[in-house]
């Protein structure tokens, strides 16, 4: 509900300014996403998984040509922080021992994306991009499970390290006398997302 209200009312305070003769160059703004793995997905690497699913919060610095908002290409450079969870039952293989317990991985990473509109002189129009950075991935997993004697086993692993982050970007943009623009956007950043996002240009 915090996020929403937040969206509107920069939505609602800008579209108050007064129009300008300048071309803006530049803008900020936040996307808020869901985010986590498609089941089918995990199915491919695990024999039994619960579901991973989680939120991602980003703050944005756009960049943009010579026409602005308007121009065929445009850049993002992103910090964003995102979380996954789940629990349930674990198994690599159906033959392994089946864990009860909960896995949590959080990332904060930065990139840098280009991105390409198509028809960018219309007020709505879809884009695609492309993008890359480096991340802090930290991963955490408790489990237990009973051997053949009933013994219960209890587990927990735990990493943190840096990695490579990749960013595919595909969505939908509409803008508000160019100061003001909002996007529904789907991709992939070492996870798959689905959101939305409001921009303040200057």
Not at 32 to 47: Q, T, V
């Amino acid at each position: 509900m915090k996020k929403r209200t937040i969206l509107a009312l920069m939505v609602l305070l800008c579209a108050s300014l007064p129009a300008a003769d300048h071309v803006f160059r530049f803008g900020t703004g936040v996307r808020f996403s869901s985010f986590g793995f498609p089941n089918a997905l995990l199915d491919l690497a695990l024999y039994e998984h619960p579901g991973m699913t989680g939120t991602a919060m980003a703050f944005e610095f756009h960049s943009y040509g010579e026409k602005g908002p308007k121009s065929t290409f445009s850049g993002i450079y992103c910090l964003e922080y995102s979380r996954m969870k789940g629990e349930g039952h674990w198994r690599v293989e159906n033959y392994d021992n089946r864990v009860f317990g909960a896995g949590d991985v959080t990332q904060v990473n930065l990139t840098a994306t280009i991105l390409m509109h198509i028809f960018p002189s219309s007020p709505i129009h879809p884009y695609i991009g492309g993008g890359i950075g480096i991340g802090r991935m930290n991963i955490w997993a408790e489990g237990s499970y009973q051997d053949e004697l009933g013994t219960t086993i209890r587990d927990t692993y735990q990493k943190k390290t840096f990695v490579p982050v990749g960013h595919l970007p595909v969505g939908v943009m509409g803008s508000i006398r160019d100061k003001i623009m909002i996007r529904a956007e789907a991709g992939f950043k070492n996870g798959f997302y689905f959101g939305g996002s409001v921009v303040v240009n200057f």
